[in-house]
């Protein structure tokens, strides 16, 4: 089973993406701001991050700059999740070395298409 | 509704738009025209009949849009872009070297998603196509689908379908909450209304038909009968690519499949004499030539 770390300082929120994760089978892991999960990564590096951007404590986007240089920290993809929906965000995210970009509000087939795009699970992959 | 006014509904569909209802689909139709017989001041379905019996021009358009499936997001399936990248294209460019020139036709191309995937497949191979003429032609049966997709303005929500981030940030500029695809893209795709159950030679022959997930709503005899008149349209050595769950297996051999290439077909030679190339009379149509990078 793939794992997946949802990152995200909402509750709700990460109740619904693992709700949506679960039922495209992955193992999911939370964390409520960058520094919780950057300790969960020095664990265990995750095959995916669902990642919020403005969270206390640590953002989104400095999370991934440390993940990226842990060692192995290449290989999670990271696939940004945030009200942040303008171009100089999403640009700023790719070059930092995300790998997909969800603007919020979401929904299930926007997660699976998304998910899909990277390679996390195959296209068309349907609900069960 | 009376099953009266049901069969003459669902007669009426077949005849305008080919679509195929089975006996049992009344809440289809109650869920799509109710609010468009409220809309036009009828009391109900009972009335829209009547309506439509007496022969409104405008109510017999709006009733035949308002039951279309217009769904439909970019790169639908990938797996056919795929092919159209790595197997169609080569070989299309291969074959057209001396002419340097493509026409791609898209079948039933609904808000645009479809088209522009495929300008962006050939935007994205850059310099292979320098030089070349490229015409991409999308038609549909409704005039509302095709305003959308000539504007080229999407939600965030259909941003997200399907486009991978990196193609939305290279050929969509953002304003506001929507998204609008590039206008040299735009420029590449020609638009027009076209229902598939009436003649379509004026359009000419193509290289590659798009035709997804529209001939899944009709019956088999329709099905048949469009996949004929597809063949007189494609050149001898074009493709013709199909919905996942569409096939020409067991309807017609105008067509057989590609082996490992799910979704592709091919014309077998049999078919009937080609059609011309279109006389560019009337419009000039937009060709889109490709500009180096
Ligand atoms: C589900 S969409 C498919 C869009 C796109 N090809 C795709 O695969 O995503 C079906 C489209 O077929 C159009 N359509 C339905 N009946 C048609 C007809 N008789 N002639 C032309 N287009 C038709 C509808 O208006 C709708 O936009």
Redesign the pocket.
């Known amino acids: 089973m793939k794992t997946c770390l949802v990152v995200d300082d909402s509750s709700v929120v990460r109740k619904i993406a693992r709700r949506i994760l679960e039922g495209l089978e992955f193992e999911v892991t939370e964390a409520e701001d960058g520094s919780k999960a950057l300790e969960i990564c020095q664990w265990k590096l995750p095959d995916a991050v669902l990642l919020d951007w403005n969270m206390p404590v640590m953002d989104g986007f400095e999370f991934m700059g440390h993940m990226r240089r842990l060692p192995g920290g290449d290989q999670p993809k990271v696939v940004f999740c945030t009200t942040e929906n303008n171009v100089a965000h999403i640009a700023q995210a790719l070059s930092g070395g995300a790998n997909e970009y969800i603007m919020k509000p979401f929904n299930k087939d926007i997660i699976a298409d998304k998910f899909a795009q990277v390679g996390l699970i195959p296209v068309g992959q349907a609900f069960v | 509704m009376t099953p009266t006014e049901y069969e003459y509904l669902r007669k009426f569909l077949r005849d305008h738009?080919?679509?195929d209802l089975s006996a049992d689909k009344q809440y289809l139709i109650e869920s799509r025209l109710l609010p468009l017989a409220r809309k036009a001041g009828l009391s109900g379905i009972g009335e829209l009949v009547q309506k439509l019996q007496g022969g409104s021009g405008a109510l017999v358009t709006n009733v035949v849009?308002a039951m279309?499936?217009?769904?439909?997001?970019f790169f639908?399936d990938k797996v056919p872009f795929d092919h159209f990248r790595d197997t169609i294209m080569p070989e299309v460019i291969k074959a057209r070297a001396g002419r340097r020139s493509v026409r791609i036709w898209?079948?039933?191309?609904?808000t645009g998603?479809?088209p522009y995937s495929l300008a962006m497949c050939l935007k994205e191979m850059g310099a292979a196509l320098t030089g070349w003429r490229v015409e991409i032609i999308a038609?549909?049966?409704?005039q509302e689908?095709l305003e959308k997709a000539k504007s080229g303005v999407y939600s965030q929500f259909e941003v997200q379908r399907g486009l991978p981030i990196q193609m939305l940030v290279k050929y969509f500029k953002q304003t506001g909450e929507t998204w609008q695809i590039n206008p040299e893209l735009r420029a590449m795709i020609q638009y027009r209304q076209?229902?598939?159950?009436h003649d379509f030679t004026q359009l000419g022959t193509f290289d590659v038909i798009?035709c997804?997930?529209?001939l899944i709503?009709f019956d088999q005899d329709t099905k048949i009968n469009i996949f004929n008149r597809l063949a007189r349209q494609i050149e001898p050595d074009g493709f013709l690519v199909l919905?996942a769950a569409e096939t020409v297996v067991g309807l017609t051999d105008t067509f057989r499949p590609i082996p490992d290439r799910r979704g592709l077909y091919k014309p077998n030679d049999q078919r009937a004499v080609a059609a011309p190339r279109p006389a560019h009379a009337s419009a000039p149509p937009r060709m889109a030539v490709m500009a180096g990078r």
């Open positions: 738009s080919g679509l849009e279309t499936t217009n769904e439909t997001f639908r898209c079948a039933a191309g609904s998603q479809e038609t549909d049966l409704s689908v076209l229902n598939l159950l798009f997804r997930n529209v709503y919905g």
